[in-house]
């Protein structure tokens, strides 16, 4: 992918690359997270597309060295546009014997790889279960290894701040960085005032860490250290004001937003568990913006006080994951009963049960759909990626209002945690979601179970609202007065309006869009896999395949020209990071024979592992 | 706060048909608390009748008040987001002993602990009456019903001693035929700024009759009754001439006034006394002892709903209102031209 | 339907009809429940083959009089084969006029219609919100109305006795069933010794009852009331001993059953909810065969102790209804992941949310089979019929026990109160289902996720066995160690493995078997519809069509041959009370067009309205 | 029932890896546990560990005996079934702060109820571990976390008391580092017959480092700790020169001994004592009070695994061992021939 070369003043050749995959590894305690996200924030303004994926250990502090212990960080920056964190890296950069050993599998053949030669002592390499020293056989040969005493130097250029040993150490991924800002000619600029503002308080840090990273840019320009340098050129983005935005992020800000939108305060009922909590991190930080957070004692609750709230005329929303899902259900069942708005997200993880907590996994489709008794339908819809969690909870926020019935929102902990470049919206250009609560009993009695023609939304109407008492409740509702009924037609009437209610959604949906070619192979795709779709689309298209990309963000009620769609190829594809969900709905609503791709070990799907696929299922075009 | 609304029982009484088995102690309950609402000076609209599953969790439908019919168990975890969303309506829950005891324990406990100002009304029947008569978690150890054929073995709650226990704010109990005294509970409970806890023997006449008998029958009633009032001696009996007193420390004893025994030595009701003396008081119970009725415990702590709008109002202030755009824009921004 | 006709010596004719349904209909208080049941023993005895469903109120008590209060009891019984208890009543037995008001849309044109004028009263009308009495209007000229004097009449009888008349009174139920013996030409000896043991301990009661059947029995008699009585004669049953049964008895004595046969003790993990809790009334009396029930303080608790006694080595069962069921979900999740045996029971009620709980419905089988997050998959079955369920849960211990994973079973309200003849199982012909605990940690350390290669069953060795000591727990697990892993392939590997041994069930599974034509119309079914749908197959075949029926006991993973049968036929039709879920199934599974025909109306169909869409959608034969 | 089995602290050592943050309180009671166990006198195959999820509930994964980690807040369920389906199990249950009183409240309170005969070892750090530092139950008000940016606004649940609520018949508190007491407090709960709860105050080094320094350091420990033992006065203080007893009723009383005061005046420990006694102390607090650790209480009452047991074994003797024939052919049978 070299496209040009040329020498720079220094003497080192600088070659032009127009993508490059780094990841950063090393122990917990090594701040490769810090590091990780310093390279991109530098990288996103000196302009390129870029997507990033954190990798924490499962344990909160596994003991050091160990390779339960290792942190990684992966970040993919391109001149073209971006949509996964990356396959196999082009460079590693190890600061430990165990990251070495976990992530060495991953590197591109001929890859770079850096390594912290200090932390290769007899000990460390037990830990990290090696039997020979990795630097001393020739397990590295195949690499262009860079061995660096990346401890010994940070010592050496902090010697004048007097700090101690131990602290002194902490900030040697800084000396990293700095080093790997040479290498891809980055500037130090925007890190170094990070640091500033960072450490104002503890001036020896900020100074501790301003050295070690100047130090590191110096190490590799003064000693030509590294022959070669690269630079990735600026992407050709669409103007306007950028952020790096992870997905649970992206879910906060916008529902914050909606909630500035329907003029609606915004309630959370939840209970933290991973990786959902890092939304009521958010949300709990916004109290400015009349955010009210509720860490409630458990699922059940959590979703049951959103209920309450809903009732009393908030925009109410639950956050969680699949175990936390699988307690709410009684819940769901009463939302779409009584006919309120919720917005119900699930950051779906590893399963079945506990399962794999901190890894990614789309396995919760299913029970979205079907995970209550009775006939309880609800809409369904899932974010594609970090930023577009921001538009997806936005439009889940208006459909709810708009239907007054619950909303599904699926995201996962690949794009909860992962981040990418997001295009910040102007807040003028956000609908505006028009909410009117009901405040006019309207003749002698108020029916709370009338309905608005078109939406088949029932009106919403607030304790605290004179002349308009009314009761809701589980038990099956008369379809008017909203009263118990158990009356057999009244019964049927009203299930097979719930089910035409969410149906009749399909009407105030965009048409779905194609990306890609209109017949030939589609590849049909929902949720977090977006981006490895993309990318291997785009990639196959480019070897000439006839290929067309489609991703759904609503699964139920699905676009109405989505059949059209389906239908205009000769074959499709649904890679799924599960047993084929998507698969046996399409199945199920289609009658399609379809191709699947499941790949279920707790990680996203690399791009060439849908490649390959449609490589092997799409015709030349 | 008790403006005079011009409230009347009427405005209370919904039009939907009473379904609760013919002299079902509900019914008491019912008529009560219709009576007290237009007494409290809250306007009608700002009322919130939230139940479980369960007889007595019908309750909402027989008010002509905003309700809420929801799970059996949940009613704390609805009423609670009500009353977060809006600090303003006075959010009540009617419950049962199964509801609120058994599938529920947690959301109440919680409840409590948190003192969210919601007035619970906890219907004990000592059975589950709606699914037709099995134990309930107060029901009496060795009790033969449906579900125990051969007697339960589990000991029963202590409603009282269980709340305290999480340390509940206002706690008391009241009987549904004992009309008087159960509408001068419900108003305290109202007027408490807290979560209100009270366990409302009733009688279910279908699956467990005759439960309260001794607290019921005007015969014995007063001679197993304690009725607390706060600032008086603890004095009971037909006559008036029983008290209780502590001679050994923690250790209660009835004492039948006269012989040199006078209201002097007995103990004095302080609603927000000792944890030792709540719980010694909690735990009486015929035959050795009356039990107490009335408000057992009422103690100042902060109202989490409230709280919360204050802890919010507080930040808005310090921080300014929120801005969305300045929001979006935080977290280091970009610019692409 | 009439046969033949006769006259007795008494001088009324007999006349012989192959089937008849009556229903009795009452106010709760009113008796009506033991009536039905009484004539159903004596029917039974006197050897007819017969089915029947008990109505009752969904209030405990409410109010006397009241359209709410009425409580009804059908039966049907013939000299052929019964399926179910009855469309259209051919006579109607109506004690206060809410008992008319609720029942006399039911009854057929010219149908018997026989009213205890007694409770006729203005306030007894006002109750059943009646405006005229219909006694005196022409509102019942369609019918042959018997009107009885049957408050009076009884009292007059009782006389003797002394008894208060509030006493005497509660007797008149039995005045009505000595009537109905009468009409139908039965014999009272069977109640009247049930009177005399049931009574023993209250003699007066027992000779009021005694006087008022025989009062009853004489009124047709003598009075030549009735100018036509009927017989129904015997019917063709297997020879064997039979009893009648109701489905929650038959689950109840199926477990005691398997447990006797498993030789592991029985342990029940429950929570009151209707139509669910006569299954822990049952069990709970069972004492004597080691039975353990224990009522938990929820649904959650009620199957986590069921998942401890099965780690114990209990076979474990724990029972519910729908609301139960969605509480449940993340402990089926981790039943999946232990591979521990256990048996699920949901009688299914009418949904969604607390929805009609004292109705049925089958709208819970998509929540069966995806009411879980992850990957978790179950096996499914469902019982056909009252009777049925006795077999039903028998296998399930077969099948829980044999492959070590958890099995749901479906029933709902109407099999689960309802009840037919069974003809009782020699306790010998039940198969021994061989279980064996692990007890022998083969080799150096013990294996619990090493498996049975053909069952893919691991060991259940549990606690208190020595040199077994293991744990188990929701996180994944290694394939062979069960140890945590957080191995990609493994985790892979673990989900394909779950699923692959709950499919391979299928090759232990019996053909599936249809009843009727093997070409033509198939109408598929589940559950309780099986007697509604046997009944109308049978009509439309004696009229001519070409039909075939197949009920599927196992869902998932259904029988193999389940596909070729489906593609045997030109049509499939699928009858469910819900919106259509075993047709999702089969849409999905078989990519297959049906043709569904949905009631939820809280009531099982209708032989007719099965009948009806048959003779619209078959051909000739 | 102290056989010798001959076991050792290493029998009950397990091969998995344990996963803990270096210098995490947990460390010391899985060393005080696996140091108790073979004291025990149970054999080693009896031993059933069970726990729901966080990080004291990895628990069951270092012990070498039977272990189920099974889903947050259910332990108690799981356990009771294990009980019940065998009583001579030794059943223990490892849980933290949020796993039994958050989520798990319910399930915990009725194990109590009960007295289902299973040992609780409730890891208290005061702070969720697992998903890395939001507020638990146990947090005192106002505190800072992921969760609660501005401060948290409910009152945490009293455990001891809350135990005690649930009518617990074996109530105690130990340290993480106190492991000699800690030892004491394990036998003690594994010789009692009945449910015992023990909260074993847990340093979290990573969330919520330093939470009981004032009980675990040792220049401040013994002014801060009241060591219960059964019979023995309430003394406390480094030089255990103080003592506490009660002057008006119900209401305790820190005294300095000397002057006149002497261990007479003193409050003696009863583990079986009055209700009012035993609430009383489980409330006591620095800074005005030390902090009772030892057994609080520790009285007798029916084993409900036990019980059913037994009520099963009457059933089977008077009615005899229930004969599958007989029953399928009970409720009324007729022959067709
Ligand atoms: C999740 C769930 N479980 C069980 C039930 C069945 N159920 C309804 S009410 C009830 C108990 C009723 O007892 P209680 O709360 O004491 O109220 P009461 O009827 O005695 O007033 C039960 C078990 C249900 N509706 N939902
Ligand atoms: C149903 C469910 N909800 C939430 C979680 C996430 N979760 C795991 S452990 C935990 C709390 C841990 O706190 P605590 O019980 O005090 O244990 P600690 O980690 O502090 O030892 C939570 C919320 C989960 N695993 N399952
Ligand atoms: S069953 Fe009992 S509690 Fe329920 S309505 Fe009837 S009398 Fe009242
Ligand atoms: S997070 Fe806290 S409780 Fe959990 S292992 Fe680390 S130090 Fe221990
Ligand atoms: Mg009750
Ligand atoms: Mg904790």
Redesign the interface.
């Known amino acids: 992918m070299t496209i040009e070369s040329q020498t720079t003043g220094a003497g080192t050749k600088v070659e032009t690359l127009d993508r490059v995959t780094i990841r950063f590894a090393g122990d917990s305690g090594d701040g490769m997270q810090l590091t990780g996200n310093q390279f991109t924030a530098t990288t996103a303004i000196e302009g390129c597309d870029l997507a990033t994926f954190p990798d924490y250990p499962a344990e909160i502090r596994a003991p050091a060295g160990t390779l339960a212990g290792v942190s990684g960080f992966q970040i993919n920056f391109s001149s073209e546009e971006v949509f996964t964190p990356g396959d196999e890296p082009d460079v590693l950069v190890a600061m430990n014997p165990a990251a070495l050993q976990v992530n060495l599998k991953d590197l591109k053949p001929g890859g770079i790889l850096i390594i912290n030669t200090d932390s290769f002592k007899t000990n460390d390499l037990r830990k990290a279960k090696y039997d020979e020293n990795p630097l001393e056989d020739d397990s590295l040969s195949g690499y262009r290894t860079f061995k660096v005493e990346l401890t010994t130097l940070t010592r050496k250029a902090l010697e004048s701040t007097g700090l101690a040993t131990r602290d002194v150490d902490r900030s040697k991924n800084f000396f990293a960085l700095g080093m790997m800002y040479y290498l891809y000619n980055r500037t130090m600029e925007n890190s170094l005032e990070w640091i500033r503002s960072k450490f104002k308080s503890k001036p020896e840090v900020l100074e501790a860490n301003e050295l070690a990273l100047r130090a590191g840019f110096a190490y590799g320009e003064v000693n030509e250290f590294f022959q070669v340098t690269y630079q990735v050129p600026r992407a050709k983005l669409t103007a306007g004001t950028y952020r790096n935005v992870n997905g649970n992020e992206a879910l906060a800000l916008g529902l914050v937003a909606a909630s500035v939108k329907t003029g609606l305060p915004l309630f959370q009922g939840t209970y933290p568990i991973t990786p959902a909590s890092d939304i009521l991190h958010e949300l709990s930080a916004y109290k400015r913006f009349g955010v009210l957070t509720f860490q409630a004692e458990d699922e059940i609750a959590g979703i049951g006080a959103a209920i309450g709230a809903a009732y009393a005329g908030n925009l109410a929303v639950t956050t969680t994951s699949g175990p936390g899902m699988a307690l709410k259900g009684e819940f769901m069942g009463l939302a779409v009963m009584v006919e309120l708005p919720l917005i119900i997200i699930n950051i779906q993880r590893g399963g079945p049960s506990t399962g794999l907590p901190t890894k990614t996994e789309q396995s919760d489709l299913m029970q979205a759909m079907y995970g209550r008794h009775g006939e309880a339908p609800m809409i369904v819809i899932a974010a594609r990626s970090s930023a577009d969690c921001f538009d997806t909870v936005f439009e889940a926020a208006r459909l709810t209002t708009k239907y007054m019935t619950p909303v599904i929102l699926l995201s996962d902990g690949y794009i909860a945690n992962g981040s990418e470049p997001w295009k910040l919206p102007e807040v003028d250009d956000l609908e505006d979601i028009k909410v009117e609560l009901a405040t006019d009993p309207g003749g002698e009695q108020f029916m709370p179970y009338s309905r608005n023609p078109k939406t088949f939304a029932r009106p919403w109407a607030v304790p605290g609202t004179p002349g308009m008492e009314h009761h809701v409740g589980g038990l099956e509702k008369d379809h008017l007065t909203g009263n118990v009924s158990y009356d057999p037609e009244n019964h049927h009437e009203m299930v097979n309006l719930r089910r035409d209610k969410v149906y009749r959604i399909a009407d105030d949906l965009p048409a779905a869009e194609v990306e890609g070619d209109d017949s030939g192979l589609l590849v049909l795709g929902w949720g977090s896999t977006y981006g490895s779709i993309a990318a291997a689309v785009k990639m196959a298209r480019k070897q000439g395949k006839r290929v067309g990309h489609l991703h759904l963000r609503y699964i139920n009620p699905m676009q109405k020209n989505v059949k059209d769609i389906l239908h205009h190829y000769d074959k499709v594809l649904i890679p799924e990071m599960n047993l084929g969900q998507l698969a046996r709905i399409v199945h199920e609503r289609f009658q399609l024979e379809v191709h699947k791709l499941d790949k279920i070990q707790g990680k996203p799907f690399k791009e060439s592992e849908i490649l390959e696929k449609i490589l092997e299922l799409a015709e030349e075009n | 706060m008790t403006t005079e609304l011009k409230l009347t029982k009427k405005d209370f009484v919904?039009d939907?048909?009473v379904?609760?088995?013919?002299g079902c102690g509900d019914y008491s309950i019912l008529n009560a608390v219709q009576q007290t609402f237009p007494e409290l000076g809250i306007?009608?609209?700002?009322?919130?009748v939230?139940s479980g599953?369960g007889?007595s969790s019908r309750f909402?439908?027989y008010m002509?008040?905003?309700?809420?019919?929801?799970?059996?168990?949940?009613a704390?975890?609805?009423?609670?987001?009500?009353?977060?969303?809006?600090p303003?309506?006075s959010v009540w829950i009617a419950t049962g002993d199964g509801d609120a005891l058994?599938?529920?324990?947690?959301?109440i406990?919680?409840l409590l602990?948190?003192?969210v100002d919601i007035k619970i009304m906890m219907f004990d029947n000592r059975i589950?009456?709606?699914?037709?008569g099995?134990?309930s978690?107060t029901s009496e150890t060795g009790k033969r019903t449906?579900?125990?054929?051969?007697?339960s073995?589990?000991?029963?709650?202590?409603a009282l001693?269980?709340?305290?226990?999480?340390?509940a704010t206002f706690v008391a109990r009241a009987i549904d035929t004992y009309g008087a005294h159960l509408k001068e509970v419900l108003k305290a409970a109202s007027d408490h700024k807290g979560a209100s806890f009270m366990q409302i023997y009733q009688n279910c006449n279908?699956f467990n009759d005759g439960a309260f008998e001794q607290y019921r029958d005007k015969k014995v009633r007063d001679d197993n009754l304690l009725e607390l009032r706060h600032g008086e001696p603890l004095i009971f009996g037909k006559d008036r001439d029983k008290g209780i007193r502590?001679t050994d420390?923690?250790?209660?004893e009835v004492v039948q006034l006269g012989n040199g025994i006078t209201e002097k030595d007995l103990?004095v009701h302080d609603e927000d006394?000792?944890?030792?003396?709540?719980?010694?008081l909690a735990?009486l119970e015929p035959p050795d002892f009356p039990a107490p009725i009335g408000v057992l415990r009422k103690t100042k702590?902060?109202c989490?709903a409230a709280?919360?709008?204050e802890?919010?109002d507080y930040?808005?202030e310090k921080?300014?209102?929120?801005d969305?755009?300045q929001?979006?824009?935080?977290?280091?921004?970009?610019?692409?031209?």
């Open positions: 919904s939907q048909m379904r609760w088995c013919p306007p009608k609209e700002k009322f919130v939230v599953i007889c909402p439908y002509d008040t905003y309700g809420f019919h929801s799970l059996h168990g949940r704390p975890a609805i009423a609670t987001g009500i009353k977060l969303a809006n303003d309506l058994s599938i529920g324990g947690n959301h406990i919680h602990r948190r003192n589950y009456g709606l699914t037709k099995q134990y978690p449906k579900s125990t054929p051969y007697g073995l589990d000991r029963p709650f202590r001693e269980l709340a305290l226990g999480a340390q279908i502590t420390c923690y250790q209660p103990l006394g000792p944890l030792g003396y709540l719980y010694m735990n702590a902060p989490f709280a919360a709008h802890q919010m930040v808005k921080e300014g209102e929120g969305l755009e929001l979006l824009k935080s977290g280091g921004t970009w610019v692409v031209e």
